[in-house]
């Protein structure tokens, strides 16, 4: 290659790969734990013993007795540390497993599994998903600090993939493949890959991982260095690379050393030899000192578990005494060593030699040991927890999203549909024939390999419309239909060159879905399903007009949108007034509106309940059981549920940005109870900042770097750490009469800690997976600004901030706590639009079931949604009427014991009735342009909305 192309290659690459950030897995766990128990287990294994940890054979998939046999002697004679099994079927894979377990009696076995595109690679029962050069085509155009849509169902698609694993008892997959199929002629890699670009095989692998390791199972990136520009297959010879050391690196190594960053925990070598970088000829890539000490363990800092290829491939076992040699290199695990009693015999002799150092087999053992904890290896399989309608779905997506449209010229109404499976010569003819014979245009739609529509020149030529769907599956079939009967979009973008007709990232689009405007009182918007019609009185109607547009006269708000709901159907949607005191555009059902504190209910509470669900926390748990921080402080004690009732004695809030100021710019004062020169910025009443306030350069930065990723207003960018130093100095702050009530956002930065701890997961990331993309929430957001789906035109402007940020607040979160987390908190960060919000009330209404699905269990949805705090009105999280002193009291005197909901500071609330089945949703941005305006309290028009409600509606 020659070098200016080459350097640019270097330079997109550097430039362009997403960057995805994931603790090692060791981190998930308790390491001091994990190191405690792997030392237990040292302590009690023979020098064989440990030696045989660094095994994992592949076993058959057939339970018969002979096959027991063979795993009962691989257990027992050389104490093998795990199993991989070939095809077969979820059942016999599960008792399989379960016997082997079983006689494992010292240490659990590490089972693992080679499924690149499913466990339906290797268990013909599982759920089937798109093989990866399909899901290469999801549309993976990049915009600078954009969330990408491929790489969000690729997480997605790797926390099902994590999710079945664990049920099947699977602590290991071997994948993501992230060789870069460059070369057409590859025999082996091929569809495994997820193209021939760098930057797209890279961030759709560690997104893919990122969703396993996400779900507890070991991701493993193969096949180091790259085995993508081959011509020949290493099963059968050993590849040689010719490339030279700096191309290498910089293009085949490069997603492994993103992998390696990004603390992903393992690595498969292949069988490869590159002259350049491994001088002795003939030493395959597997046991390279070069490769594997050099670059995996120096160069990247790789602490993760590195893995053989298979050893049973000729591109192994022509090179002598391949096991020992790939011990020494620096491999953890060698992955089906055969003939295993001649090798088993090899490693023994050169451990007595001195060949293999003991302490070396030593700390080896030690390390397979803490991953062995800290996956939980040793679970019972259960196969039916496999097929799962969300996996169907998932499946359906991928298929749907994978479509690429390469040529569409008129309509596909009344066009000769042609339908490609394969490239063979006969069908290639019939193609032709076919094509030369139809007198309409010709819709050519290929369910083969991208690769094999080089074949069809001629017949592309002539056709009017081509589609690459790339697999002869069921799903794929049913996608192209949608596509083709305007029932679903198609976006695709081909993730490989085809000479002479299409490149990398050609794809055309088609928006056959689009979103449609709720209308009001339309008795069919049905949140989700379609119980009896409910219907409000004119009187009612009227009157709810009157209110909001008297605020509207006064000033309380400069718009506003207003949502009922009862028995699941919508029967009041309106929406009133402006954007801003401007009054140049008009609100409308779609605008989207920062949600404040209504976020704890909406988006921590629901993030939580599905928290409990699957990771069986309680709520009478300690937080410092997930939180460690918080051991060893005055807050170690404090449940989770004392923080939903807000009983933990933390105060109300804190002035975050405080500690991010440059306090010489202010002389130690940030600002004053009375207005002079100096302090004349008015914030709130009574309270003027400093003029001459600027900002810690440590802290804030104007430009996005390194150390600032986290943007909080135009041209404000806060240190990556702040969100770790305002866990600190929460932890740091006095309690007040603990067991008492004070309301507290701090509570809920220690719960979003408590969910990020346990699921491993950012709390965004969490309910984009768990709740918003299941319940089809297309508003529901943190960071507008960064979601590409969102229309920055819908999000209803908030606060001027002059005081601290100087500026209109669009698309930011307008809570500082919040803001200064990076726009995402426990307490505020959530936006929404009226309708998706009553999408996750009418949820919780229905106790956690969404059309058939159960999202929350109902036992914790009853849970949340009832319990009461025996010293306070408030719920578990929610807050709720006061019964004994109604004047007191957050919501309307007409309510029912049983409602529950919340409140914000920017104006929005919601209140849920179980008893009547109703849903009430306000929302406005009375702080637009100045948090002063209190008008809506004190004129109490949410209040008086609900009276309304409950004095006129009627039933049908």
């Known amino acids: 290659m020659r070098k200016p192309i080459f350097l640019a290659i270097c330079l997109y690459t550097l430039f362009n790969i997403i960057s995805i950030k994931a603790q090692n897995l060791l981190s998930y766990s308790d390491l001091e734990k994990a190191e405690s128990w792997a030392d237990s287990i040292m302590s009690v294994l023979s020098p064989e013993e440990r030696l045989g940890q660094l095994i994992i054979p592949i076993v058959g998939n057939n339970d018969t007795p002979e096959q027991r046999n063979i795993i009962k002697n691989l257990i027992e004679k050389y104490h093998v540390g795990g199993l991989l099994f070939s095809k077969g079927s979820l059942k016999s894979q599960e008792d399989l497993s379960k016997y082997g377990q079983n006689l494992s009696k010292k240490v659990p076995l590490m089972i693992t599994t080679d499924s690149e595109w499913g466990l339906n690679m290797r268990l013909s029962d599982a759920v089937r998903f798109p093989k990866n050069m399909s899901l290469g085509c999801i549309n993976h155009t990049y915009k600078p600090n954009v969330p990408n849509r491929r790489d969000s169902l690729m997480y997605e698609y790797g926390l099902e993939i994590g999710r079945q694993c664990k049920a099947m008892g699977i602590a290991v997959n071997f994948a993501p493949v992230l060789d870069i199929n460059s070369n057409p002629r590859n025999p082996v890699i091929g569809y495994r890959s997820f193209g021939d670009n760098i ?172 991953f062995k904890h800290a996956l939980n290896c040793g679970i019972m399989p259960d196969r039916s927890a496999i097929d799962t309608q969300n996996a169907q779905t998932l499946s359906k997506d991928l298929y749907q999203a994978s479509l690429v449209l390469l040529k569409h010229e008129k309509p596909f109404n009344g066009n000769t549909i042609i339908e490609v499976q394969n490239a063979k010569s006969a069908t290639i003819a019939q193609v032709n024939q076919k094509c030369n014979a139809s007198k309409k245009p010709i819709t050519l739609i290929f369910y083969t390999s991208p690769y094999n529509l080089a074949y069809y020149k001629d017949a592309i030529k002539k056709a009017s419309s081509v589609i ?325 035109a819908l999000v209803v402007p908030t606060e001027n901030d002059q005081a601290l940020r100087r500026q209109l607040l669009h698309g930011y979160v307008h809570d500082e706590i919040a803001a200064w987390s990076g726009g995402v908190e426990g307490n505020a960060g959530l936006f929404s639009n009226a309708t998706d919000l009553a999408k996750i009330l009418q949820l919780m209404l229905d106790n956690g079931k969404y059309e058939g699905q159960q999202i929350i269990s109902e036992e914790t949805c009853k849970l949340f949604t009832t319990t009461k705090s025996n010293k306070t009105r408030r719920g578990l999280g929610f807050d709720k009427p006061d019964m004994k002193v109604p004047a007191k009291s957050p919501c309307a005197e007409e309510v029912s014991g049983s409602v529950y909901g919340h409140t914000g500071y920017t104006g929005t609330c919601f209140w849920v009735d179980p008893t009547n089945r109703m849903i009430y949703i306000f929302l406005c941005n009375r702080i637009c342009p100045s948090r002063t305006n209190r008008t809506l309290m004190t004129g109490d028009y949410r209040t008086r909305i609900q009276s309304v409600l409950y004095n006129r509606l009627v039933e049908k």
């Open 199 to 370: 930057t797209n095989v890279a961030s759709a692998g560690l997104s893919y991982a990122s969703g396993v390791e996400d779900a507890g199972v070991l991701a493993v990136a193969k096949h180091f260095p790259g085995h993508g520009d081959t011509d020949k297959d290493s099963h059968k010879t050993l590849p040689c690379l010719s490339h030279d050391k700096e191309r290498m690196e910089n293009f085949e190594m490069r997603p492994f050393e993103e992998f390696t960053k990004a603390g992903f925990g393992g690595i498969m070598v292949g069988h490869l030899e590159v002259p350049d970088i491994e001088p002795i000829q003939g030493i395959p890539s597997s046991a390279s000192k070069s490769f594997i000490t050099g670059y995996i363990r120096n160069k990247f800092h790789f602490n993760g578990l590195v893995f053989t290829d298979g050893l049973a491939m000729e591109g192994a076992r022509k090179y002598p005494d391949f096991c020992v040699k790939s011990l020494m290199a620096g491999v953890d695990i060698l992955l089906d060593p055969i003939p295993l009693a001649d090798q088993w015999k090899k490693l023994r002799t050169a451990v007595s030699n001195g060949i293999l150092s003991q302490d070396d087999i030593d700390k080896k053992c030690r390390r397979v040991l803490i």
């Open 468 to 792: 690459a769907a790339h697999e002869d599956y069921s799903f794929a079939h049913e996608a192209v239909r949608n596509v083709l009967e305007g029932k679903a979009n198609i976006d695709g973008q081909l993730c490989v060159t085809i000479p002479g007709l299409f490149n990398t990232g050609d794809g055309l689009v088609i928006n056959n879905i689009r979103e449609t405007e709720t209308t009001v009182n339309n008795p069919a918007d049905s949140i989700p399903q379609k119980p009896a019609i409910a219907e409000i009185s004119n009187n009612a109607l009227l009157e709810i007009d009157s209110i909001v547009n008297d605020g509207l006269q006064k000033g309380a708000f400069p718009g506003c949108q207003v949502l009922v709901a009862k028995d699941g159907k919508i029967i009041y949607n309106k929406s009133f007034g402006w954007y801003d005191e401007t009054r140049q555009k008009k609100v409308t059902n779609e605008s989207i509106y920062d949600l404040a504190s209504v976020s704890k209910a909406a988006a921590t509470l629901p993030a939580l309940m599905i928290a409990i669900d699957e990771y069986g926390i309680s709520v009478n748990d300690k937080m410092s059981k997930y939180v460690s921080e918080m051991r060893g402080t005055d807050k170690q004690n404090i449940t989770i549920k004392q923080a939903l009732f807000h009983e933990t004695g933390m105060r109300e809030g804190f002035p975050f940005y405080g500690m991010t100021i440059d306090s010489a710019s202010v002389n130690g004062r940030l600002y004053s109870s009375k207005k002079d020169a100096t302090y004349c910025i008015l914030q709130d009443k009574n309270t003027w900042f400093n003029k001459n306030l600027t900002w810690n350069s440590q802290y804030i930065s104007e430009k996005k770097d390194e150390q600032h990723q986290l943007q909080i207003a135009n041209g404000m960018f806060i240190a990556n750490s702040f969100r770790d130093e305002i866990l600190g100095k929460t932890l740091a702050l006095p309690l007040k009469n603990v067991g008492r009530y004070r309301y507290s956002c701090l509570n809920f930065v220690l719960l979003r800690c408590v969910i990020e701890a346990k699921t491993k997961t950012p709390l965004d990331r969490y309910l984009q997976t768990r709740l918003f993309e299941p319940l089809g929430l297309t508003s529901c957001t943190y960071n507008p600004r960064q979601n590409k789906d969102i229309d920055l």
